[in-house]
Every structure is written in C-alpha cells, then in structure tokens.
C-alpha cells in the first residue's frame, strides 16, 4: 500500500532515539535579546490571534480573583494573583505553535491552531499541565499553611484589613517573608523544568520526563542567563498585572513567542 505524504502544515514529530536526549547548546544573553526580537515580530505579524490568547488569561485570572472575593477569601486575592504566573507556561502552547508555523513559512488559521491544542490531550503535554497545576496547587496550600502558623490570631474583614496587617504590622512583614521565600523556590523549579520542556513537547515526540530533563540541563548549563531570564519574566508579568491584569494580552503572548525561539536556540534540532 502506498504510503501517504507528509501534511506540511502539521507539526513533523521525531521520535528521539531511546535513551538519547536532545544535545544542549549554550545560551547567551544575544540570544535572549535575539528570541525577544523574534517574539515582538511574530506578535505583530499576528497581533489579533496573539492578543485573543492573552486575553483569555487576563480573562482567567480575574475570574480567579471574583469568585475568591465572592467566597469571601479575601486574603487569597493576593497570593492567588502572585502565583497565578505559575501557569502561564502552560497558557501559552498556542503561542508556541504559532511561533513554530511562522518560523517555518506555514500558512495557518484558528483551526490549525485549536486543533494542535486539542490534540496535546493525546500526548505529553497533559502530564505537563498536571505538573503546572500541583505546583500551583502547592504554592496555594503553603500560603494557607503560613497564614495559619503566623496570623491565626488576625482576622481579615475586608481586603483592607488584610493589606493593612500584611504590611504594617510585624507578623505580617515575617509572613510576607518567608512566603517570598517558598514562593521563589517553586518559581525556580517549575521555570527550571518547563521553561524548555513545554515548547519541546509542542515540537516534537518526546516523553515529559525527557523533556523536563532536557529543560534542567539547559538552566543547569547556563544558570545565569537561564535565571536572569526567569527574572524578567517574572518582573513582566507581574507588573502586567497591576492594571487589572490587562497588561497581560501583550506581555503573555510577547514571552511565549519568545520562549519558543529561546527553546529553538537552546536545544539541537531534532
């Protein structure tokens, strides 16, 4: 029987030889100004598309914020709103195959799009996004632990209140700090074991163990770029949230097409 042709227009997935990993190149930070260059472009030539996906987030994340105020957990807004970046990486697979048809010359639509989306449910990604949502999970659950162990005497009528003893009173300055502590070390690790891995699951046949592998071993190599890198976009995303988190339709979109050309950059092609 005659074998059918390729679709150019689908992702070209290349099972990796067993037990052999993707080669590691060193980044420098040319060439995270280069992926950003990249990233501001391909936001541009599809501003409307990128924009829709940054939207649905801030969209998401102050759905988030209404339904804790609505219950009443007040003093969740805040870290709900602080680790709520937890899970950009996963928001922005779209973006990453977007990145990857313009880089390769592909014409596409929202149905090419939404379909590659919908077809990561049959692969890894969805061990990813499982990883994503426990760490978010336990960043919730460790604010919850430090309210409980340092402010139990507190009560927090209003959202106010709870500002007004987070930020002004003693206990509330050790809560902040210690939460800023655990807070960046599960920053560090889930940036450290999605930053490559996401993109490469998009891009290629590899199992998420492998690809988490992959992602250490880039930040593990290049440690300062990789880290500054984490900074800033935690700096950016934080900051785009202030405006009711509308800062985001351009900021997610803009750091999840850069990511993939920082990924393309990072590891040898399959």
């Known amino acids: ?23 590691i190149n060193t980044v420098t930070w040319a060439d995270i100004a280069a992926a950003l260059t990249e990233g501001f472009a391909d936001f541009r030539a599809r501003a409307f598309m990128s924009g829709f996906f940054g939207l649905f987030y801030a969209l998401f994340g102050l759905l988030i914020v209404w339904c804790l105020a609505s219950l009443g957990k007040i003093w969740m807004i805040i870290p709900a709103a602080v680790g709520f970046p937890l899970v950009a990486p996963f928001a922005a697979a779209g973006l990453y195959e977007m990145s990857r048809r313009l880089q390769a010359g592909i014409p596409f639509g929202w149905g090419e799009i939404l379909t590659v989306m919908a077809d990561q449910r049959k ?22 632990l430090w309210l409980a162990l340092i402010l139990k005497d507190s009560s927090f009528s209003d959202f106010e209140g709870f500002l007004q003893i987070v930020f002004f009173t003693p ?3 050790t809560f902040l700090a210690i939460g800023t502590c655990v807070g960046a070390f599960l920053s560090a690790v889930l940036f450290t074991v999605t930053v490559i891995a996401m993109p490469m699951l998009m891009d290629r046949e590899i199992d998420f163990i492998s690809a988490m592998l992959v ?15 984490a900074a800033v976009i935690s700096v950016a995303m934080l900051i785009s949230m202030i405006p009711a988190f509308l800062g985001l339709i351009v900021t997610l979109p803009v750091l999840g097409h850069t990511t993939w050309h920082l990924y393309r950059r990072a590891v040898q092609p399959a």
Request: charged residues 20%; hydrophobic residues 50%.
């Open 215 to 229: 992602s250490v071993q880039v930040v593990k190599e290049n440690p300062v770029v990789m880290l500054g890198w």
């Open 1 to 23: 029987m005659a074998q059918e042709p390729e679709d150019p227009t689908q992702p070209r997935f290349v099972p990796p030889p067993r037990d052999v990993l993707p080669e």
């Open 123 to 144: 692969r890894e990604m969805g061990w990813m996004a499982f990883v994503t949502l426990f760490i978010f999970w336990v960043w919730m659950y460790q604010v919850r």
């Open 171 to 173: 206990p509330g300055w």
